[in-house]
Nanobody
């Protein structure tokens, strides 16, 4: 099981950009889905973006056209480029790895999270 460590969070003004990175302790080449989730105070954790082994991406409607997810299997990293940030993007962002184990079972791994605050 890989360990995930996020970095790149911080304070940014509305309209600004940030790049989040997720570094895995081991190979992610066999991880079926890598994703970024976020959780704002008082709200449930929600999917922001995900990317499959083949590179297929999926985005929450609220971030489409503003965020871009990418994975580098050689470097065992997953990045989230965030642009045109809004105050409502403020949340703790978590990296997630989902590996299919067979028999209908999945292994879910989470990072510790990184805070993103969008404020003037």
């Amino acid at each position: 099981q890989v360990e995930l460590v996020e970095s790149g969070g911080g304070l940014v003004q509305p309209g600004g950009s940030l790049r989040l990175s997720c570094a895995a302790s081991g190979s992610i080449s066999s991880i079926n889905i890598m994703g970024w989730y976020r959780q704002a105070p008082g709200k449930q954790r929600e999917l922001v973006a995900s990317i499959g082994i083949s590179g297929t991406t999926n985005y929450a409607d609220s971030v489409k056209g503003r965020f871009t997810i990418s994975r580098d299997n050689a470097k065992n990293t997953v990045n989230l480029q965030m642009s045109s940030l809004k105050p409502e993007d403020t949340a703790v962002y978590y990296c997630n790895a989902k590996k299919f184990l067979g028999g209908g079972k999945w292994m879910d791994t989470w990072g510790q999270g990184t805070q993103v605050t969008v404020s003037s």
